[in-house]
């Protein structure tokens, strides 16, 4: 996949239809990709993600991979990876984003795998929560992060 793109969305192990359709319409929306990484919680027919995604889903340059090894294989540059949870101190804001970086979301019950997170620590960043709740929903999330990378690799909109 040619991943020269404003930016690549990666979920790993994603859950729920809804929030990847959303996704997908997101990475339509940006001209960039989505690479969905392992075991997903449901069918690629399913008519919750073809009803997230409405008709931009045929648009969409994205690939399922069968675990992370598979994805950081493809990945030239690990630098370019940045990976969100909410264990972590660091806001999302924190990193200088460039055309074609990876931004890289776990599950939504579980989010990414603490190994992982250990593995990149100096590349994890969380978006800072204010009220009485530990995350956001992960579409949400993934474009809250998606914009601010988007506003810097444009020097604004």
Known sequence: MDYKNNVNIVLVEPEIPGNTGTIGRLCVGIEGTLTLVGKLGYSLEDKYLRRAGLDYW?????????DMESFLAEVADPSRLH???TKVETPYTRPAYRAGDFLVFGKETKGLPEELINRFASQSYTIPMFGNTRSINLAVATGIVTYEAMRQIHNGF
Do not use: A, E
């Not at 648009?59 to 399922?64: D, E, G, P, V, Y």
């Open 58 to 66: 045929p648009h969409l340059r994205w690939q399922h991979l069968p």
């Open 83 to 85: 990976f969100y949870t």
